[in-house]
């Protein structure tokens, strides 16, 4: 049997996990650039800022935008599992296989008749 008929469920699923995650990625994006990285920049525009408001505004956005790039690094390495290659699991050891001879195993279970049956007959 080949692999793909052993695991069929397998194939496809480091696909729709990332596919899930990007979309939840997405809208997330969506609401956060809708509800707050649009008004802040149109605040960042307005002349009645001081120069130190206006550096904790782009201090707080840069700050949101690092937390959301590292939402998406860390959800696309969680989900593509890329430990897996740097920190592969422990195995069991591969036992080795004992490879009989057929012809001497069945020489050494054979029934040989006595000669004193074979004149009997």
């Known amino acids: 049997m080949t692999s793909s008929r052993l695991h069929p469920h ?5 696909r729709w ?43 707080w956005y840069r700050l949101l935008l690092f937390i ?16 897996r290659f740097f920190f592969p699991r422990a195995t069991a050891p591969r036992t080795h296989t004992e490879y009989v001879d057929a012809w001497a195993e069945s020489a050494r279970r054979i029934k040989v008749p006595a000669e004193d049956e074979e004149n009997a007959e």
Request: aromatic share 10%.
């Open 68 to 83: 959301l790039l590292f939402i998406l690094f860390a959800g696309l390495v969680l989900t593509f599992r890329f430990g």
């Open 17 to 59: 996990s990332a596919l899930i995650f990007l979309v939840v990625f997405t809208v997330l994006m969506i609401v956060v650039v809708s509800y707050v990285l649009v008004p802040g920049l149109q605040a960042i525009q307005d002349p009645k800022l001081t120069p130190e408001e206006k550096h904790s505004l782009q201090a």
């Open 10 to 14: 397998r194939s496809g699923a480091i």
